[in-house]
């Protein structure tokens, strides 16, 4: 869950957001596994204010930093470092695979089939969506 807390109005409707999907929740026989839900709070002000866990069904819902969602990791100040990171780690393994390949002299078109099908992927899925919000840095690393 992802909360921008601007002030304590704010603050007190989120809480009866949650409030409120929980009762429905229950309402229309579901269950909310407490252990596998996160809340991250993005607050972009200098004195940010320390809130204290939401509760659900009577359990307190992690706070974290960071998550990964649908393959890409976000993170509280919506900086994509953590993500590109982890891309050029995975990038970097498979790298290492063709390399071995075309040691071995694997016909090029067979390494640029494996490169489009195992490391194309990792590069571009997704990137439509945090390449804006990239820093030069790890723009241009990628």
């Not at 009866?16 to 929740?25: D, L, P, Q, T």
Request: net charge positive.
């Amino acid at each position: 869950m992802l909360a921008l807390l601007n002030d304590f109005a704010l603050y007190q409707s989120y809480l009866s957001s949650v409030v409120r999907f929980s009762s429905w929740c229950s309402n229309n026989f579901l269950h909310l596994n407490v252990s596998k839900t996160k809340e991250m709070c993005i607050d972009f002000r200098r004195n940010r204010t320390v809130i204290s866990p939401i509760v659900v069904n009577g359990e307190p819902v992690e706070q974290v930093g960071s998550f990964k969602y649908l393959g890409v990791i976000l993170y509280e100040q919506l900086s994509f470092t953590e993500h590109v990171t982890a891309v050029q780690k995975k990038s970097q393994q498979r790298l290492h695979v063709l390399r071995k390949l075309r040691a071995f002299y694997v016909d090029p078109l067979l390494l640029l089939r494996l490169y489009r099908s195992i490391i194309e992927p990792l590069l571009t899925y997704c990137s439509i969506c945090y390449y804006p919000a990239l820093s030069m840095k790890n723009a241009t690393g990628f």
